[in-house]
């Protein structure tokens, strides 16, 4: 999770995204990282997607 922090504070947007998709793929925290912003986990794996 750090790198992909790190990746989008360097201005790696693309890196930093595609790291954060695969920690949540990892960890399988999509539902409830969605919840605690909020949102539906529809939205959030939209947000995130590599096709964005």
Known sequence: M???LGSYLEGDI???TALL???LN???VFAEVAEA???QEAGL???ISPSR
């Open 2 to 4: 750090s790198e992909a």
């Open 14 to 16: 693309v890196v930093g």
């Open 21 to 23: 998709r695969d920690y």
């Open 26 to 28: 990892g960890t399988r």
């Open 37 to 39: 912003l909020g949102m």
């Open 45 to 47: 794996r939209r947000m």
